[in-house]
């Protein structure tokens, strides 16, 4: 059974840093790209961030570039984002997807989510 | 960027009404297109992808058609457990969702 494990979240203050992480299980990590979706409260899904199943391959949404960097350990099957200049609109729960491939594709299984909360 | 639209904002149903959910696209995404399904409080499920392929598990009910900039979601006859909120979503560039579309009883 696939599963995938948020944590890290927490309250931080404006301009602090956070790092999420996510553990996966029960499929072969290193196969599948992974990313990071987020929803701030009552808001619908934004895209953040993907990264191919090598690691090789990384993107970001506008709002998080160049202040977010995603990155993956295939021998620990964890999935990172580490955040910087947090800021207030940062605020969302935040989602560890699995994609159906190695390379960035619909999310066929998602995580419970990890709450950010930037104030 | 890519910006993905959904049309309508919320639509009311009855249980046994055929639904129909359009996402256009700002250009063309091929059929890079997936659909999701997200109840109150629970992650996203991904009910479609490219554009009209049926994840497995995924009632028959549910239908996808488009290419380009132009899609669709059906669901043939609505159940009481098809009302949520339902994305659709490009990664033929990223992955931009649409701002979802609330399906309510009517």
């Known amino acids: 059974e696939v599963q995938l494990l948020e944590s890290g979240g927490g309250l931080v203050q404006p301009g602090g840093s956070l790092r999420l992480s996510c553990a996966g299980s029960g499929f072969i990590f290193s196969n599948y790209a992974m990313t990071w979706v987020r929803q701030a409260p009552g808001k619908g899904l934004e895209w953040v961030s993907g990264i191919s199943g090598s690691g090789d391959i990384r993107h970001y949404a506008d709002s998080v570039k160049g202040r977010f960097t995603i990155s993956r350990d295939n021998s620990k099957k964890t999935l990172y984002l580490e955040m910087n200049s947090l800021r207030a609109e940062d605020t969302a729960l935040y989602y560890c997807?699995?994609?159906?491939?190695?390379?960035?594709?619909?999310?066929?299984?998602w995580g419970q989510g990890a709450r950010v909360t930037v104030s | 960027d890519i910006q993905m639209t959904q049309s309508p904002s919320t639509l009311s149903a009855s249980v046994g009404d055929r639904v129909t959910i359009t996402c256009r696209a700002s250009q063309s995404v091929s059929r890079w297109l997936a659909w999701y399904q997200q109840k109150p409080g629970k992650a996203p499920n991904l009910l479609i992808y490219k554009a009209s392929t049926l994840e497995s598990g995924v009632p028959s009910r549910f239908s996808g058609s488009g290419s380009g900039t132009e899609f669709t979601l059906t669901i043939s006859s609505l159940q009481p457990d098809d009302f949520a909120t339902y994305y659709c979503q490009q990664y033929s560039t990223y992955g931009t969702f649409g701002q979802g579309t609330k399906v309510e009883i009517k």
């Open positions: 997807t699995k994609t159906r491939d190695i390379v960035i594709v619909a999310s066929d299984y």
